[in-house]
């Protein structure tokens, strides 16, 4: 994170996780097509032939506060998912302020999410950071494709679990939206906590989570966008906190990864 109290502007970095082809690039993608004019930067992808990343996508967002002239600016990363780009991971991670994990719904590729979960969380240890103290928002991308995991399942995942967790359709854009919205609500949260961002900027982090919602074309209120979730549980901005809609969620409860791993605690892996 970045803060400028001169200009009233804040930059926060984040990322867009996964295993290869899970989605993350198609994320990008779809935000930047949604994006206003002023609201988007140029989207810089780096592709080979077959859709793999080769070293990482970058799509810078600008947000104006309503009132007055604050300024959100994001800079959304993703890294290549292919297992042997795991040093150009570590590189992109450092400065993170929050992850997204796009995790591939089809059930052949359980195994390559929860590897993802495990590089996420070793290649944040290694730079100094630990995966439990990272805002963290899952998507299960891919929903449109067969012989993908049950909505049972993943709710029942989810509602172990406390990161939010959404469901996607990447490529058609749906599902985009709200993880993108629900990881600027959580790390902003966590910034502001740490570094009293609002009061600094004079702004809340609502009418910032406004004015991005609207610049990229949101037609539900955030609270409901949010609210989308199927598990995990997280303090919305300009509420205590919102209720899960995916029945018991276990805020405290020990979290699981997208393959049902355990995470960080007592060093289980
Ligand atoms: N059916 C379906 N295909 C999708 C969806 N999202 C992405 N894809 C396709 O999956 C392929 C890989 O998507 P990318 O966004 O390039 O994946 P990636 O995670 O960036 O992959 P790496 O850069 O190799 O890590 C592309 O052909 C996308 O069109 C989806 O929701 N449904
Ligand atoms: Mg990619």
Known sequence: MQLDFA??????????????LSGKTTNLVALHDRAGQQARGRLMTLETKNDRT??????????????????????????????IHSSTRKLVLQGADGVVLVADSRVSETENNAASF???????????SEISKMPLVIQFNKRDLP????????????????????????????????TFLALLNLSWVTLDKRHDLSRKLKVSGMDLMKSAAQQLGATASIQEMLERRIGGSFEALGAASVPSSGGASGRA?????PGGSPRSSGGAG
């Open 54 to 83: 080769l070293f990482f996508d970058l799509l810078p967002l600008t947000f104006k506060s309503e009132t007055g002239d604050a300024k959100l600016r994001i800079k959304l990363f993703t890294v290549p998912g292919q297992p």
């Open 118 to 128: 495990i590089d996420l969380r070793d290649n944040l240890r290694a730079n100094g």
């Open 147 to 178: 012989e993908i995991r049950s909505d049972d399942e993943l709710a029942q995942m989810a509602a172990r679990g406390r990161e939010p967790v959404y469901k996607a359709i990447a490529r058609d854009g749906e599902g985009v939206l709200e």
């Open 253 to 257: 409860a020990a979290s699981s990864g």
């Open 7 to 20: 200009a009233r502007e804040v930059t926060m970095k984040l990322v867009y996780y996964g295993p290869a």
